[in-house]
T-cell receptor
Framework: NAGVTQTPKFQVLKTGQSMTLQCAQD?????MSWYRQDPGMGLRLIHY???????DQGEVPNGYNVSRSTTEDFPLRLLSAAPSQTSVYFC???????????????FGPGTRLTVL | DQQVKQNSPSLSVQEGRISILNCDYT??????FLWYKKYPAEGPTFLIS?????DKNEDGRFTVFLNKSAKHLSLHIVPSQPGDSAVYFC???????????FGGGTRLMVKP
């Protein structure tokens, strides 16, 4: 199993450009999510999906779009990049949680994005 | 307003001694708490978790303590090893869902 993979590892954009960060998992996990990590802020949830065809907003969704057409893939789109979107982006996946248990989320290696 | 806070951005400990990392939360609807460890240029990896119905969970050198009345949890690492040097994130689950809320992280440095 490759686990959770993310591409690209690094990306530099100019303000106003658009791009898609790719995320794929081969563990047949229903739940997938995107986080951004900023210094002192921890990881903040951008969007998440509980299964193919279902997506929802997290804590900081503005400026980002997602779709979930397959169980394996969960791309994150930046529509018009802004310097405030400079961050490290992590994709994660997990089986669905149950009331009295919590399945750990498996994280990808991250994409470091700089917007000039 | 951060619902999960790690008030110490960094901690330095001598090898072999105990490391104690702290985390405070505000939302009483959090029902599960997790600790993740992160090395540079890698994604976070799960370390240990605890349900809100327990007050302690132990896994080898790692123990997590939960004090619900104080809305406080802590991670103890005994004995600390240089390979434990990493950033540690506390995270909380809201009401049996899948979403996690993370703290800002604490950078642990274990000196040989």
């Amino acid at each position: 199993n490759a686990g959770v993979t993310q591409t690209p590892k690094f990306q530099v954009l100019k303000t106003g450009q658009s791009m898609t960060l790719q995320c794929a998992q081969d563990m047949n996990h229903e739940y997938m999510s995107w986080y951004r990590q900023d210094p002192g802020m921890g990881l903040r949830l951008i969007h998440y999906s509980v299964g193919a065809g279902i997506t929802d907003q997290g804590e900081v969704p503005n400026g980002y779009n997602v779709s979930r057409s397959t169980t394996e893939d969960f791309p994150l789109r930046l529509l018009s990049a802004a310097p405030s979107q400079t961050s490290v982006y992590f994709c994660a996946s997990s089986p669905p949680s149950r009331d009295l248990s919590m399945n750990e989320q498996f994280f990808g290696p991250g994409t470091r994005l700089t917007v000039l | 307003d951060q619902q999960v806070k790690q008030n110490s951005p960094s901690l330095s400990v001598q090898e072999g001694r105990i490391s104690i990392l702290n985390c405070d939360y505000t939302n009483s609807m959090f029902d599960y708490f997790l600790w993740y460890k992160k090395y540079p240029a890698e994604g976070p990896t799960f370390l240990i978790s605890i349900s809100s119905i327990k007050d302690k969970n132990e896994d080898g050198r790692f123990t997590v303590f939960l004090n619900k009345s104080a809305k406080h949890l802590s991670l103890h690492i005994v004995p600390s090893q240089p390979g434990d040097s990493a950033v540690y994130f506390c995270a909380a689950r809201y009401n049996a869902g899948n979403m996690l809320t993370f703290g800002g992280g604490t950078r642990l440095m274990v000196k040989p």
